[in-house]
């Protein structure tokens, strides 16, 4: 791995969120480019870039590079060089927006929820999770 990636901190809150969510997320949860950027970039790299950048549009020059390029450089420092060559090998000079995984997220929290809610009070987890109490019982019922 780069440096970029062994300074990651693959346990800060987002990472971990961002982590869970694509390691237990459904096919049909993933979009089709993030299920792309893993196998190509690999699971943490991918975890990365969308914790730092999910829903911003990204373009990285194509390889090999005529010069040096900032955008390439900025990549580098999310996920490493290995991971940044990757990408821009396969997306490079196309105009790509980096999925938020706001479906697999969701399903996360609501295993979390559901997970919780055998030692965890209905209005803890609302409080926890920043919810109506009426939003806990949905995810409950599986509404």
Do not use: K
Not at 89 to 97: L, P, T
């Amino acid at each position: 791995m780069g440096a970029a990636m062994d300074q990651l901190d693959l346990f800060a809150p987002e990472n971990q969120a961002i982590g869970r969510a694509l390691a237990h997320a459904h096919d049909e949860d993933l979009p089709p480019l993030v299920r792309d950027m893993v196998e190509v970039m690999g699971l943490p790299a991918t975890m990365a870039l969308v914790a730092r950048m999910g829903g911003q549009r990204l373009r990285i020059p194509g390889l090999p590079l005529a010069r040096a390029s900032s955008r390439l450089q900025a990549l580098e420092a999310i996920v490493g060089e290995p991971a940044a060559a990757r990408f821009a090998d396969r997306w490079g000079d196309v105009d790509v927006v980096v999925p938020r995984c706001l479906r697999a997220m969701l399903r996360e929290r609501n295993r979390r929820i559901c997970d919780e809610s055998m030692r965890t009070s209905v209005d803890e987890l609302a409080r926890r999770y920043g919810m109506a109490r009426r939003h806990v019982f949905r995810v409950l019922r599986g509404d």
